[in-house]
């Protein structure tokens, strides 16, 4: 007999992985629903966020700085990469940026390996955010709270820039015709620019928050990029909202599958995409033209 | 043409040489290639070797059917790869199978896992497709993963050494490296005149039609969605038949060939070689596996080297090595 208090657990640890999975999906999503561009490379800078957030804490001797420092860094190689390698494919083949930005996630991992070796390293939880809380329901990870927290927050914070801010502004009406925001003036090469490096962010972001709650090794990049794809399938490419409703589904599923069918856990994620994309190919949230 | 005939005949004729020269190299195409394979273990610096470029090369020619000439970039071919391998390793290890019975049910059930993979992935179009191909193959992954009393899980699936192949009578020692590869050739060899009778037919035209101009194939009145879910699934078939040889000749199978790293090398070696052309995915696997076996005897590291020079083609030489030669051919 499952109890109640378990399934709430298992909910919650659900709901915690759900919104590193958005941090990875928006990200994905934001850049292809600017530039076009889908980053395989995406699952690598997840992984090399969580090395650099690894090391900076290390440095630091503090989380904090981990979590700060990490991801921008992070998301200013992110920029470096559209700057030098993927601006000089736009007007070529969809496929080529892509091709290109698989080749950089193969070299990103190899480098990683070279740097701090093949064998995964434990990352341990910030004493202040260790231990368990109280909720009433039960006792849960403050930790994976924190997760919540924060990317909760940083939804808010999003949601914020890109509609009330002239940068938000600019973006979605980029995502939406570029070459009309050419004419009226703005320099849009900027925006893709830091476009990128946002999506890059945020998914370093996700990396450095997932590193406690996982071993940081070079090959976790490679099943994050998968559940990413599986997420902006799900939620819809380039939809923003799908990736946040896809993302807590996805990691709800994935919790739940594990306490009752735990051989199915990694398998479920795969079948809810094939449902999908048998009833809506082009995802819960997408526009019908773009599948 | 007779040392008489003047000079303004002569550049005249040039271009239909030329082409001429074209077209028999087309028409000269699989016996060429058979040839070339012949030499290979005697060029290369070991059998080894060349056993690999033959396996990877035709897993290139398969999905090269897809990617170079249908224009749809996979990245869930190791899928099929595996399951010929997987499939032929458990026909024999589990219900002693024969070698031949076990190959034929690695292919046949690499072909099907195609079909059901391409009827998912086709109703997606675009960069969708990619993103698709690869969830669905790591869903066989970690399929495979899981049934581990069928596969043997992260271990691999060991224990189905064919020390000999039994064929009407005849007995060939498949444990000599030389017997073995050249009874690898007469597969891959068959696979390639099979492909190339694809390519020359007018289903050839069709999917290259399809590539070129979706909408337009669309408009001429083909049916673009069931040439492409043919297009996949003969190009998976040809894939798992390179999974069953890889089976046979190396006696396990490694998990590591379902995940998608194996397709996004598969997707390398096409590219390097040149995508579209008959030639292009051998000279890729040659070109990917001499600069794997090479940077290995500095680096354990060779990928950081395989992947700059990838990302180096994506940017400069997209055709890949063939295909900018055959460029550069025709512009000269």
């Known amino acids: 007999m499952m109890d109640a208090e378990l399934i709430a657990m298992q909910l919650f640890s659900g709901i915690a992985l759900g919104a590193i999975l958005i941090m990875v999906a928006l990200g994905l999503s934001i850049i292809f629903g600017m530039l076009g561009v889908v980053n395989f490379a995406h699952g690598a800078l997840f992984m090399v966020g969580a090395y650099a957030g690894l090391w900076v804490a290390s440095l630091t001797g503090s989380f904090w700085w981990g979590l700060l420092v990490a991801p921008l860094a992070v998301g200013i190689f992110g920029m470096a990469i559209e700057y030098l390698l993927i601006r000089p494919l736009y007007g070529r083949s969809v496929d080529d940026p892509l091709l290109l930005t698989f080749g950089l996630g193969y070299v990103l991992v190899e480098a990683v390996r070279i740097v701090f070796g093949s064998d995964g390293i434990p990352f341990q939880t910030p004493p202040q955010l260790a231990g368990v809380a109280d909720l009433g329901i039960g006792f849960f990870p403050i930790y994976r709270l924190f997760v919540i927290a924060v990317v909760a927050l940083l939804l808010l914070l999003l949601w914020l820039v890109l509609e009330k801010t002239k940068f938000g502004l600019i973006v979605r009406a980029g995502a939406q015709d570029p070459q009309i925001m050419r004419v009226l003036g703005v320099d849009i090469s900027r925006v893709w620019l830091l476009v990128f490096g946002l999506g890059v962010g945020l998914t370093a972001l996700g990396g450095v928050l997932a590193a406690p709650m996982r071993n940081v090794n070079p090959e976790m990049g490679s099943l994050v990029l998968a559940e990413a794809f599986v997420v902006t399938v799900i939620g819809g490419m380039g939809s923003l909202v799908g990736a946040i409703v896809a993302g807590l589904l996805v990691g709800v599923a994935i919790s739940m599958t594990a306490l009752f069918a735990p051989e199915m856990a990694t398998i479920v994620m795969f079948a809810l995409m094939a449902l999908v994309l048998l009833v809506r190919p082009q995802g819960l949230f997408g526009k019908p033209g773009r599948a | ?332």
């Open chain 2, 1 to 332: 043409m007779t040392a008489s005939t003047s000079s303004v005949a002569a550049v005249a004729t040039r271009p239909t040489n030329r082409r001429g020269w074209r077209a028999r190299l087309i028409l000269w195409r699989v016996p060429l290639s058979i040839l070339a394979l012949c030499l290979l273990p005697w060029v290369l610096p070991s059998m080894a070797l060349a056993t690999n470029v033959l396996i990877y090369g035709l897993l290139a020619v398969g999905y090269n059917l897809l990617f170079g000439y249908t224009g749809l970039l996979s990245f869930g071919h190791a899928a099929f790869f595996g399951a010929g391998a997987y499939v032929t390793g458990i026909a024999i290890a589990q219900f002693g199978a024969s070698w031949y019975a076990a190959l034929a049910l690695g292919v046949v059930a690499g072909g099907l896992l195609a079909f059901v993979i391409g009827i998912l992935s086709i109703r997606t179009r675009g960069i969708y497709f990619s993103m698709v191909t690869l969830a669905l193959s790591q869903l066989v992954y970690y399929t495979a993963l899981q049934a581990a009393s069928w596969t043997g899980g992260e271990n691999g699936l060991r224990g189905f050494t064919v020390g000999q192949l039994d064929l009407f009578g005849w007995t060939v020692d498949f444990l000599d490296p030389v017997t073995k590869y050249y009874v690898l050739m007469v597969f891959a060899a068959a696979a390639l005149w099979f492909v190339s009778r694809i390519l020359n037919s007018p289903f050839g035209a069709v999917i290259e039609a399809i590539r070129e101009n979706e909408t337009r194939a669309r408009a001429c009145g083909y049916h673009v969605e069931r040439s492409k879910l043919i297009a996949f699934t003969l190009s998976g078939l040809i894939c798992a038949l390179a999974g069953t040889l890889l089976a046979l000749h190396l006696a396990i199978v490694p998990l590591d060939i379902l995940h998608y790293q194996t397709s996004g090398m598969i997707v390398m070696m096409t590219l390097l070689g040149g995508a579209g052309s008959f030639f292009g995915p051998f000279v890729g696997a040659l070109a990917f596996l001499l600069m794997e076996d090479v940077v290995s005897l500095w680096t354990s590291h060779w990928q950081i080297v395989v992947g700059t020079v990838f990302i180096l083609f994506v940017l400069f030489l997209p055709k890949g090595i063939w295909g900018t030669a055959l460029a550069w051919e025709a512009r000269r």
